[in-house]
């Protein structure tokens, strides 16, 4: 199950600790136009491998908070993908699950 299914990259110049890479499981917060506030989601990729700053990779993402925020989200939307107040990378919605 996922609610967001994404396009991601992650950004080059993040220092430590995304330097050692991301796999899934990563639970970044993700700042998306229109919504307020940080939301946590937690990524699944479609390999068990570790993805590095530079990367660019599809994700399924799912939002513990996704009743909330959910009807705002809209395929096309671009988001930042974060850890607090640092951007480590970016993404765009490609599709949204059904409700």
Do not use: C, N
């Not at 609610?3 to 993040?14: E, G, I, Q, R, Y």
């Not at 937690?42 to 009743?67: C, K, M, N, R």
């Amino acid at each position: 199950m996922f609610h967001v299914k994404a396009l991601l990259t992650l950004s080059k110049d993040v220092p430590y600790p995304k330097s050692d890479g991301v796999r899934t499981g990563y639970d970044p917060y993700h700042k998306f136009p229109g919504v307020d506030y940080l939301a946590t989601g937690f990524h699944t990729y479609t390999d068990d491998q570790i993805h590095y700053p530079g990367e660019s990779l599809i994700a399924s993402i799912v939002f513990p908070s996704w009743e909330f925020f959910g009807p705002s989200i809209h395929v096309g939307d671009v988001f930042e993908i974060r850890e607090l107040d640092k951007v480590v990378g970016r993404g765009v919605v490609q599709a949204i699950a059904p409700a």
